[in-house]
């Protein structure tokens, strides 16, 4: 429990994110602080940050909350290294919202993906795409990994251009359609599930 005085949950986490620096995420998967509860902070599915029920505008605001977020146990948190405080998040807690295409240097094309907390992620084997089927109707949502547990949504026209990309390829024996990134080739769904049945 704090001392009277001194900050506790958001204000807190605010004030210790300001002293990690600036060069990259501090260090949140080496952290194991106690769980000092929830705080009322949600990321929407659209990745707009809430904190009590309004929107919190300030992109700088959102940044800082982004560095020190962690997922565990399935749960995600914001995490200092003497506390942690639980937050609810909609679906992904990023979103993937441009693409930039590049050599990769070794003879193929990386796709690079900028988060809405302006983070650039180079898709490849250590930052996979995965794509999930949409159980309400049955479309395919994909995600690019960002750090640790933490995943970004891509958003709908960012989806077109994978799509666009995407090319077809036998994989353990079976056809299926999907999209090459330095080197990896991530699998969107079977060949025969995408072809137009008219």
């Given amino acids: 429990m704090a001392k009277e005085g001194q900050p506790t949950g958001l204000e807190s986490i605010a004030g210790a994110a300001k002293t990690v620096g600036t060069r990259g995420p501090p260090p949140v998967h080496l952290w194991n602080p106690p769980d000092c509860g929830d705080i009322a902070m949600r990321i929407a599915s659209d990745g707009t940050w809430f ?3 309004s929107p919190i505008g300030r992109l700088g605001l959102v940044k800082l909350f982004a560095s020190v977020l962690k997922r565990e146990g399935g749960r995600y948190y914001l ?3 003497v506390e942690k405080c639980g937050i609810v998040v909609d679906d992904a807690p990023f979103l993937a919202v441009e693409l930039a295409r590049e050599p990769d240097g070794q003879g193929s094309e990386c796709l690079h993906f900028r988060t ?3 983070d650039w992620v180079a898709c490849g084997p250590e930052h996979p795409l995965r794509f999930e089927t949409e159980p309400a ?3 395919l949502k994909p995600y ?4 640790y547990d933490l995943w970004a949504k891509v958003t709908r026209s960012l989806f077109y251009d994978l799509v666009d990309l995407a090319e077809e390829r036998e994989v353990d024996g079976v056809r299926v359609v999907g999209v090459a990134s330095a080197g990896a080739f991530f699998v969107m769904a079977p060949a025969d599930s995408l072809k137009d049945p008219g």
Wanted: no cysteine; aromatic share 6%; charged share 10%.
């Fill in 137 to 139: 109707t049955g479309g």
């Fill in 144 to 147: 690019v990994h960002v750090r």
């Fill in 116 to 118: 809405n907390v302006d």
């Fill in 79 to 81: 995490v200092t290294p």
């Fill in 51 to 53: 904190y009590q029920a």
